[in-house]
């Protein structure tokens, strides 16, 4: 994002009361919640905390990718829909749904001999994926998004037959998670928003 004197790009964590500190001490005229389409908690608070200081909130959505003409895909709308679907499938499983899910996906049969998982690489991620089981081998630690080639070459790599992303839309790579799978025969399992 280019630099403007009227714009004010806040990282790093913060808890819904302290987004009502923050708004009320710097005199925040509006909020605009760009956060990835799926973190659901942090949207949440940063309305709450703009409504309890009465503080404008708008949000931008990303451009949801589309999917639905392509072979090879299975559209679910929650995570535990993914786990059904893949209980029902055998070979390996690439995750590139980061490290929020993986106790969910640790109930699939075999999980930590079949699945991939793909997530940030910072220390809670990791450790959360070692805790719950996860084969340190089989844990790539990286930050995307990644190209079309990039992914096609860790899908094949591990030989998975499925692919799990969300639709977290055109900034997301999703398009390029599509693009690796058809180009390495892998089926992708599509999580909408909504979960």
Excluded at 88 to 107: E, N, V, W
């Amino acid at each position: 994002m280019p630099e403007s004197p009227f714009v004010t790009v806040v990282t790093g964590r913060m808890d819904e009361g302290e987004m009502e500190t923050f708004l009320r001490e710097q005199a925040i005229a509006q909020v605009i919640d760009a956060t990835h389409p799926y973190a659901t908690v942090v949207t949440a608070n940063i309305r709450q905390a703009c409504a309890a200081v009465g503080v404008p909130y708008r949000r931008i959505q990303r451009r949801r990718g589309r999917y639905e003409d392509q072979v090879g895909c299975i559209a679910v709308h929650s995570v535990g829909e993914a786990v059904e679907v893949l209980n029902h499938t055998t070979g390996p499983i690439f995750l590139t749904t980061g490290s929020k899910d993986l106790d969910s996906f640790a109930q699939i049969p075999d999980y930590a001999q079949r699945i991939y998982a793909r997530i940030l690489p910072v220390r809670p991620s990791l450790d959360r994926a070692l805790d719950l089981g996860y084969l340190p081998a089989h844990v790539i630690c990286m930050q995307g998004p990644f190209t079309t080639e990039l992914n096609a070459a860790m899908f094949r790599q591990t030989g998975a037959h499925y692919v799990v992303t969300k639709n977290s839309g055109h900034t997301g790579g999703f398009q390029e998670k599509l693009e690796a799978a058809r180009q390495t025969g892998a089926t992708v399992i599509v999580i909408e928003q909504g979960e």
